[in-house]
């Protein structure tokens, strides 16, 4: 399973754009690479996901070089409610693909 | 997005006695669902794959026959943390992918359940 090396922590005010960037050099061609967003005391909760480029939903952009071997989750405005943990996994995306969890990014947002 | 319930979100259990905590995937079928635990302030870790109809698979350094788990249906998975000790405090979380969807669908995980042994 690709390791991966994330920031400890981020600080931020509200309002600004935060991007966390993952690093992923040996992942294999079959991988994708996933966000997740963790409240404490709470389950992961889904961010993004991706194989190569860009891509955006209502919450995030990832985006993702042409090497694959590193990653940049992009929260634009961020508030006060998006203060949490980020981890970025890469793995398969099969029922059975195990997800590895590295040490994840404490984002902290204040005013 | 798809729903995966623990029961219960928190138990306080007296040392020495086993604990029970159930994951369902409340509107997915899932052959396989996955077993984590958190200390605090510490990432996920993976302890055991379950798989529905046959033995779960644990990773190295879990113990198999502390850390039960049982697959009986396809959505339904169960943990029993057997004579537990305040060292099995912890945060367990367990998540589950659907099956019959599309291949590169995310994990949803559980609430979690706050185990503290006392």
């Known amino acids: 399973l690709a390791k991966t090396t994330q920031p400890i922590s981020m600080d931020s005010y509200e309002g600004q754009e935060v991007n966390i960037t993952c690093s992923h050099n040996n992942i294999a061609t079959n991988d994708y690479i996933t966000w997740y967003q963790q409240f404490p005391s709470q389950g992961p909760r889904f961010i993004i996901q991706g194989y190569k480029t860009k891509v955006t939903n209502e919450v995030a952009s990832l985006f993702i070089p042409a090497d694959r071997k590193s990653s940049t989750l992009s929260l634009p405005r961020v508030s006060l409610s998006d203060t949490a943990v980020y981890y970025c996994?890469?793995?398969?995306?099969?029922?059975?693909?195990?997800?590895?969890f590295g040490t994840g990014t404490r984002l902290q947002v204040t005013l | 997005g798809a729903v995966v319930s623990q029961h219960p979100s928190r138990v306080i259990c007296k040392s020495g006695t086993s604990v029970k905590i159930e994951c369902r995937s409340l509107?997915?079928?899932?052959?396989?669902m996955f077993w984590y635990r958190q200390f605090p302030k510490q990432s996920l870790m993976l302890m055991a794959t379950s798989n529905e109809g046959s033995k779960a698979t644990y990773e190295q350094g879990v113990e198999k026959d502390k850390f039960l788990i049982n697959h009986a249906s396809l959505t339904l998975s169960t943990l029993t943390v057997t004579s537990a000790h305040p060292e099995d405090s912890s945060f367990y979380i367990c998540s589950a992918r659907p099956i019959g969807r599309a291949l590169n669908t995310e994990a949803f995980f559980g609430q979690g359940t706050r185990l503290t042994v006392v």
């Open positions: 996994l890469v793995g398969g995306t099969g029922t059975a693909s195990k997800l590895t």
């Open positions: 509107d997915f079928q899932a052959t396989t």
